[in-house]
């Protein structure tokens, strides 16, 4: 797999400004600003229904937003989409994958429909099965594998046209801590290489391991952004999270006939 | 204790309201369907009350046994063919809950009930009240409204035990062609029943169409809507014989019924097939080598996968296939006129290329990755026809030339090619547009028939539509072949082609910046509900 050559550049790898998305009577997303610095490992941090998944949607170009603009490296999503999504990768989470292939079959379609050579697919494809430990010769549909492998075949979907900027929405839901450590360290790789990841997540422990930068989101605002060292401070990042949110803590008197 | 049927009923209507609301599309939709159903049902009523109200006791004998029977068989086949079976109450989903089966079965069949077609097919053969009040007064009347009654709950475990059965039987291998030659079959059952009639007719043999509809009449497909008329002209002793003819079949079907739903409560996981691993390379295991090894080329391959592997389509391509041998086949044998197996092969080849109009929703979210990819809208359209044309192509080809060798037609073989690849490639231009404009989710059942609740009706009425638009715009075609005569052999496959082709391209400039205008809508609309 190769990776992305250090190149400094001026725009940050994913700028959004004044993202709104309204569902019915929900406002999903209430005007966001945001600036991913070109390099960082970004988490976007937020309880369940805060709107991680919408705002990158609309980011990524998957979700039209009511207002706002998204510009991935320079490139407007919504105004220039070909220029703009061929430099990202992206690994939706509840989306399904085109299951009823094999993994490697799947991998063949996403380089090809990316445009890229046939022959570079082929090795790339028999290195990433490989390298995410799949089984280059496994003939299983993907729609057979577990939660976990799936997660990979879409990690190795995202990653095979060696885009500038990741975008990964729950990439550590459902997998288990050998597959989870592989694909840490993958990331990790990536960043150093010069790639910028941004990746949504709740579980704090992987946001403070991975992370340079981290913004919070809650009711589909962000209400911090920062430094993982700004936002943190001297306390944990959990803390500072439930505080942000603004979450109940048990007294022990509820739920008593358990 | 036992759950009450209420609950289920209530459940589905529940699941109808909130599937509408706040969706403006949808409830157009709904009503849309809504108010053809009711158009369908007065046409009904008044057909069946006319023939009460003139009197004509002999003429109500014929026409309600045989208008029943074709409601029971629409019963049957449209589920299968082009609308689905409204599954928002997938049977899966009640596995964790402890009920008896008997009250599942019971309170599922209640639900199958409430709909729009279950409504509308009751409403119209209500005529049939009206007309037995007229010929043989309230006695009579009743009678036919308890038959009636026992029609529309024989039409709906019909139509769930088959499709419930044969979406059990395309989920293993193994009986996946003993389904296909089921399906086949059952469809032939038809030919002699239309070869009789049509006989009859031919020969204006009155008395021979009586004497099919008296033992019709005895039939469960019949019996439920004569047995007013039995009153009225004396027959009493006949009603206790149909009553327990119709019970019994009802009693059957559910009982059928109940064993395949037990199969999909069991979950549809098919045993994951061992495949041998592959010397090829990866690009090479997806495109096929006749394919160029691009873009188009990766559409194309993986459309021809999800032909085969994806139950829901693979039902489609089964039934079109069914259908495409049984049709041409009837009416090279029965011997119609010259023109008779142009317009049903115009009609098949129709049929094949409408099974495009939701092809966005099939895979559902899925969708997501060519909408990432930025997928030009003319590249997916076109590889998206080409991954079903090879498929339904050969088929198509065959039925074509059998059609024209059996009758000794030969020669005409190749402008009957003409005509069926103009319909197919005019019907895909049809399709193509409502395709990307009218999209809508499917239910992830386990089911391929299963439809979501609220607007099935009119989004059957959509394919249907598509269907008859394509007929239509091939009539040209038909027409010159009719005026042209021998010369129309010649220039018919050429022209034919032609034809086709320019109806593919127009189709493909309509819907192709459509669909780059509105991929994440398109993507929005296909993966409601799937999340």
């Known amino acids: 797999m190769t990776v992305p050559e250090q190149r400094r550049s001026p725009d940050p790898a994913l700028a959004l400004r004044g993202l709104v998305k309204q569902f019915e009577a929900k406002v999903a997303v209430a005007g966001i600003d945001l600036d991913v610095p070109a390099g960082s490992f970004f988490g976007l941090l937020g309880p369940n229904g805060a709107g991680k998944t919408t705002t990158l949607s609309m980011a990524v170009g998957l979700l039209r937003p009511d207002l706002g603009q998204a510009r991935i490296l320079g490139y407007d999503v919504w105004a220039d989409p070909i220029a703009a999504k061929s430099r990202i990768g992206v690994l939706p989470d509840g989306v399904r994958l085109f299951d009823r292939l094999t993994g490697t079959e799947l991998l063949a379609y996403q380089g090809l429909l990316r445009g890229m050579d046939p022959t570079v697919v082929d090795q790339r494809s028999v290195e990433l099965m490989d390298v995410l430990q799949l089984g280059a010769g496994n003939r299983t549909l993907v729609v057979d594998y577990s939660a976990g492998m799936k997660k990979k075949i879409g990690l190795a979907c995202a990653l095979l046209h060696a885009p500038r900027l990741l975008v990964l929405d729950e990439p550590f839901e459902a997998v288990d801590p050998v597959s989870a450590a592989l694909i840490r360290g993958i990331l990790q790789r990536y960043v150093a290489g010069g790639g910028t990841v941004v990746f949504s997540s709740h579980v704090m422990t992987v946001v403070e391991r991975l992370c340079s930068h981290v913004a919070i989101m809650a009711d589909g605002r962000i209400r911090v952004r920062g430094t993982l060292d700004e936002v943190r401070g001297d306390r944990s990042l959990e803390d500072v999270f439930v505080e942000v949110v603004g979450?109940?803590?048990?007294?022990?008197?509820e739920l008593s006939w358990l | 204790?036992?759950?009450?049927?209420?609950?289920?009923?209530?459940?589905?209507?529940?699941?109808?309201?909130?599937?509408?609301?706040?969706?403006?599309?949808?409830?157009?939709?709904?009503?849309?369907?809504?108010?053809?159903?009711?158009?369908?049902?007065?046409?009904?009523?008044?057909?069946?009350?006319?023939?009460?109200?003139?009197?004509?006791?002999?003429?109500?004998?014929?026409?309600?046994?045989?208008?029943?029977?074709a409601v029971v068989l629409g019963w049957l086949f449209l589920p299968l063919i082009i609308f689905g079976v409204d599954e928002s109450l997938d049977p899966a989903r009640f596995a964790l809950l402890p009920l008896r089966h008997v009250t599942l079965v019971r309170g599922l069949f209640a639900a199958s009930l409430v709909g729009v077609p279950a409504i509308a097919t009751f409403a119209a053969t209500l005529g049939m009240v009206h007309a037995a009040a007229m010929l043989g007064g309230f006695f009579a009347a009743t009678v036919e409204l308890v038959g009636l009654i026992g029609g529309i709950l024989l039409c709906a475990a019909l139509s769930r035990a088959v499709t419930s059965a044969f979406a059990t039987a395309l989920r293993s291998r193994r009986s996946r062609d003993l389904a296909t030659v089921a399906l086949a079959g059952s469809a032939a059952l038809l030919g002699p029943l239309q070869l009789g009639l049509r006989s009859a007719i031919e020969r204006a043999d009155w008395q021979g169409i009586g004497h099919v509809v008296d033992v019709l009449a005895w039939t469960p497909l019949g019996a439920p809507y004569s047995m007013g008329l039995d009153v009225a002209t004396g027959r009493l002793w006949a009603v206790p014989i149909k009553?327990?003819?119709?019970?019994?079949?009802?009693?059957?079907?559910?009982?059928?019924?109940?064993?395949?739903?037990?199969?999909?409560?069991?979950?549809?996981?098919?045993?994951?097939?061992?495949?041998?691993?592959?010397?090829?390379?990866?690009?090479?295991?997806?495109?096929?080598?006749?394919?160029?090894?691009?873009?188009?080329?990766?559409?194309?391959?993986?459309?021809?996968?999800?032909?085969?592997?994806?139950?829901?389509?693979?039902?489609?391509?089964?039934?079109?296939?069914?259908?495409?041998?049984?049709?041409?086949?009837?009416?090279?044998?029965?011997?119609?006129?010259?023109?008779?197996?142009?317009?049903?092969?115009?009609?098949?080849?129709?049929?094949?290329?409408?099974?495009?109009?939701?092809?966005?929703?099939?895979?559902?979210?899925?969708?997501?990755?060519?909408?990432?990819?930025?997928?030009?809208?003319?590249?997916?359209?076109?590889?998206?026809?080409?991954?079903?044309?090879?498929?339904?192509?050969?088929?198509?080809?065959?039925?074509?030339?059998?059609?024209?060798?059996?009758?000794?037609?030969?020669?005409?073989?190749?402008?009957?090619?003409?005509?069926?690849?103009?319909?197919?490639?005019?019907?895909?231009?049809?399709?193509?547009?409502?395709?990307?404009?009218?999209?809508?989710?499917?239910?992830?059942?386990?089911?391929?028939?299963?439809?979501?609740?609220?607007?099935?009706?009119?989004?059957?009425?959509?394919?249907?539509?598509?269907?008859?638009?394509?007929?239509?715009?091939?009539?040209?075609?038909?027409?010159?072949?009719?005026?042209?005569?021998?010369?129309?052999?010649?220039?018919?496959?050429?022209?034919?082609?032609?034809?086709?082709?320019?109806?593919?391209?127009?189709?493909?400039?309509?819907?192709?910046?459509?669909?780059?205008?509105?991929?994440?809508?398109?993507?929005?609309?296909?993966?409601?509900?799937?999340?």
């Open chain 2, 243 to 531: 009553i327990v003819v119709v019970a019994a079949t009802i009693a059957l079907l559910l009982w059928w019924w109940s064993g395949s739903l037990e199969k999909a409560m069991l979950g549809a996981k098919s045993g994951s097939r061992e495949r041998t691993a592959s010397q090829l390379t990866p690009v090479a295991q997806l495109v096929p080598r006749w394919l160029p090894r691009n873009r188009f080329g990766a559409l194309a391959g993986r459309e021809m996968r999800y032909w085969w592997r994806e139950t829901r389509r693979r039902a489609t391509l089964i039934s079109f296939v069914a259908v495409a041998l049984f049709l041409p086949v009837l009416v090279a044998v029965s011997g119609g006129p010259a023109g008779a197996s142009g317009a049903v092969l115009v009609f098949v080849a129709a049929l094949a290329a409408v099974s495009l109009t939701n092809q966005f929703g099939f895979e559902g979210s899925a969708y997501a990755a060519n909408v990432v990819a930025g997928v030009p809208g003319r590249v997916e359209l076109a590889a998206r026809a080409t991954g079903l044309s090879v498929y339904v192509l050969p088929p198509l080809l065959v039925i074509s030339v059998i059609a024209s060798v059996v009758p000794g037609r030969g020669a005409a073989a190749p402008a009957l090619i003409g005509t069926v690849l103009a319909a197919y490639g005019v019907a895909l231009a049809v399709a193509m547009p409502i395709s990307v404009r009218a999209a809508y989710a499917l239910p992830d059942s386990t089911s391929p028939f299963a439809m979501s609740s609220g607007g099935g009706t009119a989004k059957g009425l959509l394919s249907f539509a598509a269907l008859i638009g394509a007929t239509i715009a091939t009539a040209p075609l038909q027409i010159g072949a009719w005026l042209l005569g021998d010369v129309w052999l010649w220039i018919g496959l050429p022209v034919g082609i032609a034809y086709g082709a320019g109806g593919l391209v127009l189709g493909l400039r309509l819907a192709a910046p459509m669909l780059d205008d509105r991929m994440p809508e398109l993507l929005a609309t296909v993966s409601a509900g799937s999340q």
């Open chain 1, 247 to 253: 979450g109940r803590t048990a007294t022990g008197s």
């Open chain 2, 1 to 69: 204790m036992a759950v009450s049927a209420r609950y289920f009923v209530r459940l589905k209507l529940r699941l109808l309201a909130n599937g509408l609301r706040g969706r403006t599309q949808r409830v157009a939709l709904f009503v849309i369907g809504a108010v053809m159903a009711a158009a369908a049902a007065v046409s009904g009523y008044a057909l069946f009350s006319v023939i009460g109200v003139l009197g004509e006791q002999r003429a109500a004998e014929v026409v309600f046994p045989l208008a029943g029977s």
